[in-house]
């Protein structure tokens, strides 16, 4: 079973405005951690924000936020004020247990094109 | 600049070749990770090392044989490999223990298999 789901595969936003970025997840372990990474035409992973299973208040970092809906299992990424540089790929990914090395899981990605 | 660097940035190679990926982490990590980045498939953990122990093979062919000889270093040997190894190699460091700690990743190795 997919343990990462992004049902956008890709999605068009205007300059300026605001996107949601879905993301679903799938696991039977209380303690576990959501991140989002960015992936420009260039190849490297950026780390963009990170939610931990516990934590009781939605992540930001600066104009990215993370609408958790741990009831319904989801990590929504939102980006406020999108720029033509937020164009890219954008991975969900989440970390079972919190101990010791990491196995992160990453879903399928969605790409993200910002049109002037 | 990034403190997770990798070598080559492009590789291309036939079949019956023998070639080597290198990593290499500024960051003072304890765990390292190399990660296959196929088109149109989500990015899938190969190896998994944890203080230069190797705690993860997630079912790699034996094509693919890793080394760790020190927590700074990570290396892909690679031979004998099939076209349907040509993708993008990833390499990751993080701190290791409870709590968060995100992933850094290198730039890759976008390798072609002739």
């Known amino acids: 079973a997919q343990k990462i789901t992004q049902t956008q595969p890709g999605m068009f936003v205007q300059e300026k405005e605001a996107v949601t970025l879905d993301c679903t997840y799938d696991t039977s372990d209380p303690s576990y951690g959501l991140f989002w990474y960015k992936q420009p035409s260039s190849g490297e992973m950026i780390f963009l924000i990170y939610?931990?299973?516990?934590?009781?208040q939605n992540a930001t970092e600066g104009r990215y936020s993370l609408n958790f809906q741990k009831a319904r299992k989801s990590a929504n990424l939102v980006i406020s004020a999108s720029q033509l540089g937020d164009s890219a790929m954008y991975f969900c990914?989440?970390?079972?247990?919190?101990?010791?090395?990491?196995?992160?899981?990453f879903g399928q990605g969605t790409r993200l094109t910002i049109n002037p | 600049e990034t403190g997770v660097t990798q070598t080559p940035r492009h590789l291309v190679m036939g079949m019956t070749n023998k070639k080597s990926l290198k990593c290499e982490q500024h960051?003072?990590?304890?765990?390292m990770y190399w990660y296959k980045q196929s088109a149109k498939k989500p990015l899938e953990l190969m190896f998994v090392y944890n203080f230069k122990e190797q705690t993860e093979n997630n079912s790699v062919p034996s094509r693919f044989s890793p080394e760790c000889p020190n927590s700074s270093h990570l290396f892909l040997h690679l031979h004998t490999l099939q076209p349907e190894d040509s993708a993008l190699y990833l390499c990751a460091s993080s701190p290791s223990g409870e709590g968060r700690y995100e992933q850094y990743f290198g730039p890759g190795t976008r390798l072609t298999v002739t």
């Open positions: 960051l003072g990590h304890n765990a």
């Open positions: 990914a989440m970390r079972e247990g919190l101990q010791g090395a990491q196995k992160l899981v």
């Open positions: 939610q931990g299973s516990y934590d009781q």
